[in-house]
């Protein structure tokens, strides 16, 4: 009788055993692939073109394609700009390749370069 408890215990201790290493596999699986999306994601840049520069109020008006990383539609927007020397590199009608994060709640230009 002991004997099968014994048998028991560990039967029922290897199956708890086998489903913490599976779920930590698949958990560790999943998360480089995650990662390395969200990376990209965020390192890729938007194609836009300046529609209007607020060198005033410091802010950028452009009219841009979908923003993966925010999951946003391609629109016209008015943006904030992380540096104020931003506004002095753009000016109405340029083409430009910019990355916009959201920043206290608000959607920020974080980096801004001439489309090639």
């Keep these: 009788m002991i004997n099968i408890r014994i048998a028991l215990a560990a039967s029922v201790a290897t199956l708890s055993l086998s489903g ?8 560790n699986a999943a998360t480089p692939a995650a990662g390395a999306t969200a990376s990209s994601a965020a390192s890729e840049l938007s194609e ?31 943006f904030q700009v992380k540096d104020d020397a931003m506004l002095d590199k753009v000016q109405a009608g340029e083409k430009v390749r910019f990355l916009a994060e959201k920043v206290d709640g608000k959607i920020t230009v974080m980096k801004i370069e001439a489309a090639r």
């Design 20 to 27: 913490v290493f599976q779920a930590q596999a698949a958990t």
């Design 48 to 78: 836009g073109e300046v529609r209007k520069v607020d060198k005033d109020n410091k802010k950028l008006t452009l009219k841009h394609g979908p923003l993966k990383n925010l999951d946003m539609p391609g629109m016209t927007m008015v």
